[in-house]
């Protein structure tokens, strides 16, 4: 599987100059942990990315005001990113590398399509795992059929 099938498309963005207030706001109406940060009037790849967790710990815990901050100030500038072909196995191990949780995702010219969270690859895990099992007990149950050929139910 690839990560285009998993990655959430066309995601929200910010400026560089954009204010913190505003880049929170951005997270809360569109209900995302990151967003990546572009240079102004610039598409493209992303020049570095803002997490919650970003803003928790360099702007609140800091004491310091989200209207007079901007994302330039506070974002990761070494975006890590993976491509509409990366293999999903491939981004998990990206992920545990870099200890990360969030990639942005380019198409082949290097413009931004996508964002792919870790969380979006354990669901994808976990459900390859139900579907694993269920034809598991599916072969178990086929398997051992009373005489009179009642499946015995689990």
Not at 1 to 30: F, G, H, Q, S, Y
Not at 75 to 91: G, N, R, S
Not at 119 to 140: G, N, P, Q
């Amino acid at each position: 599987m690839k990560v285009k099938e998993l990655m959430t498309k066309n995601p929200i963005w910010a400026n560089v100059d954009t204010n913190i207030e505003e880049v929170a706001k951005l997270m809360r109406d569109n209900q995302c942990t990151c967003i990546p940060i572009f240079a102004n009037g610039e598409n493209g790849k992303p020049i570095g990315i803002i997490t919650d967790r970003d803003i928790t710990v360099r702007i609140v815990s800091e004491d310091k005001k989200p209207s007079e901050v901007t994302a330039g100030d506070v974002m990761t500038d070494k975006v890590v990113v993976v491509y509409l072909d990366t293999d999903i196995e491939v981004c998990y191990r990206i992920l545990k590398d870099n200890n990360i949780h969030h990639l942005p995702v380019l198409d082949d010219e290097g413009v931004l399509q996508g964002i792919i969270k870790e969380s979006d690859l354990h669901r994808r895990k976990i459900a390859f795992e139900t579907a694993k099992l269920l034809r598991i007990r599916r072969t178990f149950v086929n398997n051992h059929k009373r005489r009179d050929g009642v499946n015995i139910l689990l």
